[in-house]
T-cell receptor, first 112, second 117 residues
Framework: KQEVTQIPAALSVPEGENLVLNCSFTDSAIYNLQWFRQDPGKGLTSLLLIQSSQREQTSGRLNASLDKSSGRSTLYIAASQPGDSATYLCAPSKSSGDKLTFGTGTRLAVRP | GAVVSQHPSWVICKSGTSVKIECRSLDFQATTMFWYRQFPKQSLMLMATSNEGSKATYEQGVEKDKFLINHASLTLSTLTVTSAHPEDSSFYIC?????????????FGEGSRLTVL
């Protein structure tokens, strides 16, 4: 059974810092991995999707890397802004379009 | 990107009543939809996998008679919480995948907050 852990559980930083959010998963036989953002009381917004054959994906100030063999993914946020404050979730999938297993999330607060 | 819509976004009901939550894929056909449940400050837990035209597959520990799932069309899945009780109060989120996308990306609805009094 896939288990996903995210570290740190919570993070508070001043605006402008570069951040690293970590995700580890126990079963490395994944098809892809998605990173999501969740604002309080809201649904999930997809940020990045990495296929198992890829090493990284970038979108604006976000960069996600994947080391499938060691069961790790990292989300880098450059030049953080208060609007980045949210909970960030990673979720690997075992096959295309299959259910996702979610981590416990990292709750990020960026102070102005 | 593909859009998934949930309705209602929030609902308050009395204990013992039933509540239906709809999940629609607006611009694509979803052969499979997933229903998740999220308690405050916790992660999402998969409840069931809904397949168009067939019975849903429930995760271990989820009561199928209490959480009725119907996926009657390629754009609509419904979750009915029957005889709701206060412990059913939670945030319910659906997601959908389109079989034509080779990436396997899943798209999520905005969530439905259920409060049972």
């Amino acid at each position: 059974k896939q288990e996903v852990t995210q570290i740190p559980a919570a993070l508070s930083v001043p605006e402008g810092e570069n951040l690293v959010l970590n995700c580890s998963f126990t079963d490395s036989a994944i098809y892809n991995l998605q990173w999501f953002r969740q604002d309080p009381g809201k649904g999930l917004t997809s940020l990045l999707l990495i296929q198992s054959s890829q090493r990284e994906q970038t979108s604006g100030r976000l960069n996600a890397s994947l080391d499938k063999s060691s069961g790790r993914s990292t989300l880098y946020i450059a030049a953080s802004q208060p609007g980045d404050s949210a909970t960030y979730l990673c979720a690997p999938s075992k096959s295309s379009g299959d259910k996702l297993t979610f981590g416990t999330g990292t709750r990020l607060a960026v102070r102005p | 990107g593909a859009v998934v819509s949930q309705h209602p976004s929030w609902v308050i009901c009395k204990s013992g009543t039933s509540v239906k939550i709809e999940c629609r894929s607006l611009d694509f056909q979803a052969t499979t939809m997933f229903w998740y449940r999220q308690f405050p400050k916790q992660s999402l837990m998969l409840m069931a996998t809904s397949n168009e035209g067939s019975k849903a597959t429930y995760e271990q520990g989820v009561e199928k008679d209490k959480f009725l799932i119907n996926h009657a069309s390629l754009t609509l899945s419904t979750l009915t919480v029957t005889s709701a009780h206060p412990e059913d109060s939670s945030f319910y989120i659906c997601s959908a995948q389109t079989g034509t996308r080779a990436t396997g990306e899943l798209f999520f609805g905005e969530g439905s907050r259920l409060t049972v009094l």
